[in-house]
């Protein structure tokens, strides 16, 4: 067995070598004929020439070895049903689904939003837009109308997906009229909308001519062996948006080949997953997490994966653990609130199950309080590895690497940087490295690895001004992170350099929400900062300005505009009322200092404040919750 170090060496020392070397564990149609060609920086193209499938490369390679095993296997504790599909199955489902979709003219290249629940269409319909070399966009259900509406103007899909309706806790969630209601806003809609019934909303309207049926257009298709489009490896795969420092969601374009290799390679270095066992990654198939760990890894490496529909707490907080034990999950794959809420429950329900099938549990998304580390860690009696990525990566950029070494772990860190990845941690001034034990930027010299995003959708130069032009004299990629390294090597990060947040491991802009916040008739302007929260690790809080103070106007409305304008998720913990806000005398907001002292701490250097009566009401009101 190789060690970490010398693994990791060699990835950076002979990349091309390296990565020749992980592209074997994919199919290949034809043959690459260059790893890496590197000669625009910082756009790096992978496996030049070569051509595959994601789709092919996640079921129909599987067929002759494993067409009876079990690939996906989904079960809702929201409506109380189960289902499950082998390989062969699965790719039946997927195979009428492309058909579908090709009957309704999706053609290679066409982009495919999907806004559905946690079903298994959902996932049918992510893989037939792979085998069709559609590109496509699955936008998280707890978006509301006006966010899915900004997505769509993005992306500019000919089709859409979704359903009749989710359930979260019980309670139904109405996706299909979402989306009629997101369609009236935006200005490049989709030809038509493809709806599955579930029958969680019997009064859904239909728009006709746009709408189509899923179960009567199922029943319409003939043709249901749809061949594999051969993707040269840097054609697009998938968009996926994410927050940054702008109002405006960035679409993440990811590749073919190099996510295929980077998927499959990370299975084996760091997952461990074997073929023929089991993973359950307990995130939705919205974010990055979902469609890496539950949809393409497992099922490129011909495991079996989950998909759960529900919360870690219903029928009980025995869930997870009763489904690890009922399928001998071998990798498990969740975020530090989950394991949080679960801290708060009975500690006997970790104790009920057997739980010997599982090799580690990973946790990723958030930071990993040593306490909830800890406490996670002794119950399950298992490795806990805290890995850190982004969407943008597409994979683990900092981790253990159990299939490669066992090296120890430490409470709290996400151990190394991982085969590929050339981390650096620069002072945020200087752009020089800093001597361990000092705070820096994490940052990544490109070439970015395999799998990592090629662009943003359709604005290459977006993507370098975002991430290559944080430090003024070299073109380095930033995570907008800080980090700090050890002496033994170990990388601890401490949270955004930028005015992103992340509640409950999901990231939102504070810039988004205060968009959301003004689009309420009677706000004039607003702030809106993360503060630390024992749960969710981050809330976001909102200071807002009215525009006439004799208008009577609630907090209530405030959140409920946010959640019409972004959704539920980035609704404020608290909305103040004040008269104006903290700002330089150049008009910069003080974020941070309005951060600082929602958290208790000093608010730093105010010698920039252009009225000091403005922090004066921040405290008031914050002394008033
Ligand atoms: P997302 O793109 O939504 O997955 O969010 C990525 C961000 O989540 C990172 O830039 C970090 O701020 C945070 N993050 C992800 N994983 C970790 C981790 N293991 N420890 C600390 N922060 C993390």
Same mark, same amino acid.
């Given at each position: 067995?190789?060690?970490?170090?010398?693994?990791?060496?060699?990835?950076?020392?002979?990349?091309?070598?390296?990565?020749?070397?992980?592209?074997?564990?994919?199919?290949?149609?034809?043959?690459?004929?260059?790893?890496?060609?590197?000669?625009?920086?910082?756009?790096?193209?992978?496996?030049?020439?070569?051509?595959?499938?994601?789709?092919?490369?996640?079921?129909?390679?599987?067929?002759?070895?494993?067409?009876?095993?079990?690939?996906?296997?989904?079960?809702?504790?929201?409506?109380?049903?189960?289902?499950?599909?082998?390989?062969?199955?699965?790719?039946?489902?997927?195979?009428?689904?492309?058909?579908?979709?090709?009957?309704?003219?999706?053609?290679?290249?066409?982009?495919?939003?999907?806004?559905?629940?946690?079903?298994?269409?959902?996932?049918?319909?992510?893989?037939?837009?792979?085998?069709?070399?559609?590109?496509?966009?699955?936008?998280?259900?707890?978006?509301?109308?006006?966010?899915?509406?900004?997505?769509?103007?993005?992306?500019?899909?000919?089709?859409?997906?979704?359903?009749?309706?989710?359930?979260?806790?019980?309670?139904?969630?109405?996706?299909?009229?979402?989306?009629?209601?997101?369609?009236?806003?935006?200005?490049?809609?989709?030809?038509?909308?493809?709806?599955?019934?579930?029958?969680?909303?019997?009064?859904?309207?239909?728009?006709?001519?746009?709408?189509?049926?899923?179960?009567?257009?199922?029943?319409?298709?003939?043709?249901?062996?749809?061949?594999?489009?051969?993707?040269?490896?840097?054609?697009?795969?998938?968009?996926?948006?994410?927050?940054?420092?702008?109002?405006?969601?960035?679409?993440?374009?990811?590749?073919?080949?190099?996510?295929?290799?980077?998927? *499959?390679?990370?299975?084996?270095?760091?997952?461990?997953?074997?073929?023929? =066992? @089991?993973?359950?990654? @307990?995130?939705?198939?919205?974010?990055?997490?979902?469609?890496?760990?539950?949809?393409?890894?497992?099922?490129?490496?011909?495991?079996?994966?989950?998909?759960?529909?529900?919360?870690?707490?219903?029928?009980?907080?025995?869930?997870?653990?009763?489904?690890?034990?009922?399928?001998?999950?071998?990798?498990?794959?969740?975020?530090?609130?989950?394991?949080?809420?679960?801290?708060?429950?009975?500690?006997?329900?970790?104790?009920?199950?057997?739980?010997?099938?599982?090799?580690?549990?990973?946790?990723?998304?958030?930071?990993?309080?040593?306490?909830?580390?800890?406490?996670?860690? =002794?119950?399950?009696?298992?490795?806990?590895?805290?890995?850190?990525?982004?969407?943008?990566?597409?994979?683990?950029?900092?981790?253990?690497?159990?299939?490669?070494?066992?090296?120890?772990?430490?409470?709290?860190?996400?151990?190394?940087?991982?085969?590929?990845?050339?981390?650096?941690?620069?002072?945020?001034? @200087?752009?020089?490295?800093?001597?361990?034990?000092?705070?820096?930027?994490?940052?990544?010299?490109?070439?970015?690895?395999?799998?990592?995003?090629?662009?943003?959708?359709?604005?290459?130069?977006?993507?370098?001004?975002?991430?290559?032009?944080?430090?003024?004299?070299?073109?380095?990629?930033?995570?907008?992170?800080?980090?700090?390294?050890?002496?033994?090597?170990?990388?601890?990060?401490?949270?955004?350099?930028?005015?992103?947040?992340?509640?409950?491991?999901?990231?939102?802009?504070?810039?988004?929400?205060? =968009?959301?916040?003004?689009?309420?008739?009677?706000?004039?302007?607003?702030?809106?900062?993360?503060?630390?929260?024992?749960?969710?690790?981050?809330?976001?809080?909102?200071?807002?300005?009215?525009?006439?103070?004799?208008?009577?106007?609630?907090?209530?409305?405030?959140?409920?505009?946010?959640?019409?304008?972004?959704?539920?998720?980035?609704?404020?913990?608290?909305?103040?009322?004040?008269?104006?806000?903290?700002?330089?005398?150049?008009?910069?907001?003080?974020?941070?200092?309005?951060?600082?002292? *929602?958290?208790?701490?000093?608010?730093?250097?105010? @010698?920039?404040?252009?009225?000091?009566?403005?922090? =004066?009401?921040?405290?008031?009101?914050?002394?008033?919750?």
């Amino acid at each position: 067995m190789a060690t970490y170090a010398a693994f990791h060496r060699r990835s950076l020392e002979d990349r091309e070598g390296f990565w020749a070397e992980q592209a074997q564990l994919i199919h290949w149609h034809k043959p690459f004929n260059r790893v890496l060609d590197y000669s625009r920086p910082p756009f790096a193209r992978w496996f030049v020439g070569g051509e595959t499938n994601l789709c092919h490369n996640a079921l129909d390679r599987h067929l002759a070895a494993r067409g009876k095993q079990k690939a996906l296997v989904w079960i809702s504790t929201e409506v109380d049903k189960s289902r499950s599909f082998t390989y062969e199955e699965l790719f039946f489902e997927v195979n009428r689904v492309a058909a579908m979709m090709k009957s309704l003219g999706v053609k290679q290249g066409e982009r495919v939003i999907i806004y559905m629940p946690m079903i298994p269409e959902a996932v049918f319909a992510m893989l037939a837009c792979a085998r069709l070399g559609a590109i496509h966009s699955v936008v998280f259900g707890g978006f509301a109308a006006a966010s899915l509406a900004a997505r769509i103007d993005d992306a500019r899909p000919a089709l859409m997906l979704t359903a009749d309706g989710g359930s979260r806790m019980g309670k139904h969630v109405l996706y299909k009229a979402l989306v009629d209601e997101s369609l009236k806003l935006a200005r490049h809609p989709p030809r038509k909308v493809l709806i599955f019934r579930r029958g969680l909303d019997p009064a859904m309207a239909s728009v006709r001519a746009r709408d189509v049926d899923w179960a009567a257009l199922e029943r319409e298709v003939t043709l249901t062996d749809v061949p594999c489009a051969w993707l040269e490896s840097n054609q697009p795969s998938y968009i996926l948006y994410t927050s940054g420092t702008t109002g405006k969601p960035k679409g993440v374009q990811r590749d073919v080949g190099g996510y295929a290799v980077a998927l *499959a390679a990370s299975m084996q270095h760091i997952f461990c997953g074997e073929p023929g =066992e @089991t993973m359950f990654t @307990t995130s939705d198939i919205g974010w990055v997490v979902g469609h890496s760990y539950i949809v393409y890894a497992p099922l490129i490496a011909g495991m079996t994966t989950i998909l759960y529909e529900g919360v870690p707490i219903r029928p009980d907080a025995g869930i997870w653990w009763k489904i690890v034990q009922e399928h001998k999950v071998a990798v498990m794959f969740s975020a530090p609130t989950a394991v949080r809420v679960l801290k708060k429950q009975d500690p006997a329900y970790l104790k009920k199950y057997d739980l010997s099938s599982l090799k580690h549990l990973f946790l990723a998304g958030e930071p990993l309080d040593e306490p909830t580390h800890v406490w996670i860690t =002794e119950s399950l009696g298992r490795p806990v590895i805290d890995h850190y990525w982004q969407t943008e990566t597409g994979w683990p950029l900092l981790s253990a690497h159990p299939g490669v070494e066992n090296t120890p772990l430490k409470m709290g860190s996400p151990s190394f940087p991982v085969y590929g990845y050339d981390v650096r941690l620069l002072h945020e001034i @200087t752009g020089n490295e800093v001597k361990d034990g000092e705070k820096g930027v994490v940052t990544i010299a490109p070439p970015l690895p395999p799998g990592c995003m090629s662009t943003v959708w359709g604005d290459d130069q977006r993507f370098v001004d975002t991430y290559f032009k944080d430090f003024k004299n070299q073109l380095i990629y930033s995570t907008f992170d800080w980090g700090i390294r050890d002496k033994d090597g170990y990388y601890f990060i401490l949270g955004r350099t930028d005015d992103v947040i992340n509640v409950a491991g999901h990231r939102l802009g504070t810039r988004e929400i205060e =968009e959301a916040v003004s689009a309420h008739p009677n706000i004039a302007e607003c702030a809106v900062v993360g503060v630390a929260d024992p749960i969710k690790g981050q809330m976001p809080l909102a200071f807002a300005v009215l525009k006439d103070a004799s208008k009577r106007t609630t907090p209530q409305e405030v959140m409920e505009t946010v959640d019409k304008q972004l959704g539920a998720i980035a609704r404020p913990k608290a909305v103040h009322f004040v008269t104006l806000l903290p700002k330089t005398r150049s008009g910069k907001t003080l974020r941070r200092s309005i951060q600082a002292l *929602a958290e208790g701490r000093d608010p730093g250097d105010l @010698t920039t404040i252009e009225d000091p009566g403005a922090l =004066e009401q921040i405290r008031q009101s914050l002394g008033n919750q």
